[in-house]
């Protein structure tokens, strides 16, 4: 069966502040930390891991860009 895919949480300006800042402090936040900060940012736990795959995935991205600058 098909699962239907959840519409794409958009984040507020203070959320994605909030998010960024525990961020910094961890990059792998554990479940009791992940429902911490879904309870402050006001999303669920769930949307939370995804948030932190997202940012993970764009934070080696960017250390890949640092090491390596693109040449123009």
Same mark, same amino acid.
């Given at each position: &069966? =098909?699962?239907?895919?959840? =519409?794409?949480? @958009? %984040?507020?300006?203070?959320? &994605?502040?909030?998010?960024? !800042?525990? @961020? *910094?402090?961890?990059? %792998? =936040?554990? +479940?009791?930390?992940?429902?911490?900060?879904?309870?402050?940012?006001?999303?669920? =736990?769930?949307?939370?891991?995804? /948030? @932190? *795959? +997202?940012?993970?995935? !764009? /934070?080696?991205? &960017? *250390?890949? &860009?640092?090491? %390596?600058?693109?040449?123009?």
């Amino acid at each position: &069966l =098909p699962v239907k895919k959840k =519409p794409r949480t @958009f %984040y507020s300006a203070e959320q &994605l502040e909030e998010l960024e !800042k525990m @961020f *910094q402090e961890d990059h %792998y =936040p554990d +479940n009791e930390k992940r429902r911490e900060i879904a309870a402050v940012v006001g999303v669920t =736990p769930q949307r939370i891991l995804v /948030w @932190f *795959q +997202n940012r993970r995935a !764009k /934070w080696k991205k &960017l *250390q890949k &860009l640092r090491k %390596y600058p693109a040449s123009s």
